[in-house]
């Protein structure tokens, strides 16, 4: 048997000496063409809204077909050219002292929506708008959980992005990816949306349980950027993408939902913390075993779900409803296909060699 490769998420923020590589190279190659690159809604985003699918009837001659092609082309280059003229002064750059990322104007108040990845443990950042000009930024709140985060400057003039009903995407929407990877600020790079509800674990071991796939080329920088359908409105958030063997697989990238970004960044904004994340958990801290055989349990959340259910420090996690579970991501992963209130089946091996099924209720993940 043919072993297969096996392929895994990396983030997508940019650390300062990628940036500082990029800008030695176009000093001296006089062209970002040259770059190499390296590594994540109110309106129906279908772009037949924009651009209608006319087929050319089976008498029409080779140019009037062609002539329908061109114009139906035209329409959709323009269309593209639109939003990215209005979505464009929405985008910021945020520099923290490791790296940067991208985020995106959330409101008229100075709220800047990105992933928690890109502002890491910072409170403080350096935020450059679209015209060019500075300001500081301060943290309002990050739930590492959903990868978002909120950010807050005081500027005058800003130009809010508008976010889109992600749940009305379709496989096959048009879509565009902005933001600023490898320092090269306000790009844009489009695609179409691959698959959604995927559900991909990033690589500190948090799983997102609703991701929209993107062949839309994301790459470092991106992060906490925008994924904007032909309407305008933002449908996602550039997170991640997906590595084969170590190198960037292409075509393959993850952004989260617009409609979990707006939760949790509404609720950030309110209280600088998530009180309704609408995420399953099990209340366990656990370390990968050694020998492969699952996730060994270290600690438990004193009167959460897995302590109440008698799920013991020491346990090895075997299984969940049936599925094993060879390490930590995996009970991640079969957790987040799950809502609060949901009863699972966990088949664990107690200290003593012994095996249990227990079944727990699963909790609301707290903020």
Request: negative net charge; proline residues 5%.
């Amino acid at each position: 048997m043919v072993s297969q490769p096996r392929t895994t998420i990396r983030r997508i923020s940019t650390p300062l000496a990628a940036m500082f590589a990029v800008a030695m190279l176009v000093a001296g190659c006089g062209s970002a063409g040259a770059l190499p690159t390296h590594s994540t809604a109110a309106a129906t985003t279908t772009s037949a809204a924009v651009v209608p699918a006319v087929l050319p009837s089976a008498d029409a001659t080779p140019a009037t077909s062609l002539a329908v092609s061109g114009s139906a082309a035209l329409a959709l280059q323009a269309q593209m050219v639109a939003v990215i003229k209005q979505v464009s002064p929405s985008i910021v750059v945020i520099e923290t002292a490791t790296g940067l990322g991208s985020g995106i104007i959330y409101d008229n108040n100075g709220d800047i929506v990105t992933n928690a990845h890109v502002v890491g443990t910072s409170k403080t950042f350096k935020v450059t708008l679209a015209n060019g000009k500075v300001y500081n930024g301060t943290l309002v709140g990050s739930y590492t959980a959903d990868d978002i985060a909120v950010v807050h400057i005081t500027a005058p003039g800003l130009s809010p992005a508008t976010f889109g009903d992600s749940s009305k995407l379709s496989v096959g929407d048009f879509v565009m990816a902005m933001g600023n990877p490898l320092g090269l600020q306000s790009s844009v790079t489009e695609g179409i949306v691959s698959a959604l509800g995927r559900q991909v674990t990033e690589p500190a071991g948090n799983a997102l349980p609703d991701a929209i796939q993107t062949s839309a080329a994301i790459n470092p920088g991106n992060s906490g950027g925008a994924l904007v359908d032909l309407n305008g409105n933002v449908v996602g958030i550039p997170t991640l993408e997906a590595t084969d063997q170590g190198s960037a697989a292409a075509g393959i990238g993850f952004a989260i939902s617009s409609n979990r970004a707006k939760t949790i960044a509404d609720q950030l904004i309110a209280g600088g913390k998530v009180t309704n994340s609408g995420r399953a958990y099990m209340g366990v801290e656990m370390r990968d075993s050694l020998q492969g055989t699952g996730p060994v349990v270290v600690a438990l959340t004193s009167g959460g779900p897995a302590a109440t259910a008698g799920v013991l420090v020491g346990d090895v996690i075997v299984s969940i409803d049936g599925t094993a579970t060879a390490d930590s991501s995996a009970v991640g992963e079969a957790i987040a296909a799950h809502k609060p209130g949901d009863s699972v089946k966990v088949s664990v091996q107690h200290q003593d060699g012994t095996n249990a099924t227990i079944t727990l209720t699963l909790g609301q993940l707290p903020g």
